[in-house]
């Protein structure tokens, strides 16, 4: 899937309720720690172009960056990690990265990275269909959109709900404390 689709995702899955900016960020770090060094390399080096690279042309680094990013024992690290070393608050945002690697394991085939999710104890790779594919693009975009409309409604009706109780918790009739 593609990075923004990523970011889109774990956010609404995992950031809907707080932490939005975490989880997004959470469900691009597997692409980002991968490809990142690379790409602000080819910025600055002035040889970035647009559209998918030839896969000759990227060097043997990413590839290792991208087995350990898209394994999901590297998931589990970075989750007991986040929850018992960095803040446990972060600990649902953080699943947005382990959703990043089950998004990929469908969507990429075999001839453009297919997801290393076992490494390194097994190189099986799962070959699904291109994320790149347009059909592909318009049902995930439209069913982010989807995400995002309930997300929105959601977010607005709180905010109505807060504004009424005066940022007070309302108790049902009966039940005042
Ligand atoms: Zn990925």
């Known amino acids: 899937m593609d990075i923004l689709a990523h970011g889109l995702w774990g956010g609404a899955a995992f950031g809907w309720k707080r932490k939005y900016g975490w989880a997004f960020l959470f469900g691009m770090l597997p692409d980002l720690s ?10 600055l080096s002035g040889t970035l172009k647009f559209g998918k690279p030839e896969i000759a042309s990227i060097p043997s680094a990413v590839f290792i960056a991208y087995n350990f ?3 999901l024992f590297t998931a589990a690290a970075v989750l007991l990690l ?3 070393a960095i803040s446990k608050e972060l600990f649902i945002s953080a699943c947005a990265y382990p959703l990043h690697i089950l998004c990929d394991i469908p969507t990429h085939d075999k001839t453009f990275f297919p997801t290393p999710f076992l490494f390194p104890v097994s190189d099986f790779r799962v070959n699904g269909i291109s994320w790149g594919n347009k059909y592909f693009m318009l049902i995930n975009y439209a069913a ?3 995400a995002y409309f309930i997300y929105f409604r959601y977010k607005a009706k709180e905010k109505v709900r807060e504004n009424l109780s005066g940022g007070q918790i309302i108790f049902p009739a009966g039940r005042e404390q």
């Not at 991968?34 to 910025?43: D, H, K, T």
């Open 144 to 146: 982010l959109l989807t």
């Open 69 to 71: 990013s898209h394994s």
């Open 82 to 84: 986040v929850r018992f």
């Open 34 to 43: 991968a490809f990142g060094p690379y790409f602000v390399y080819r910025i």
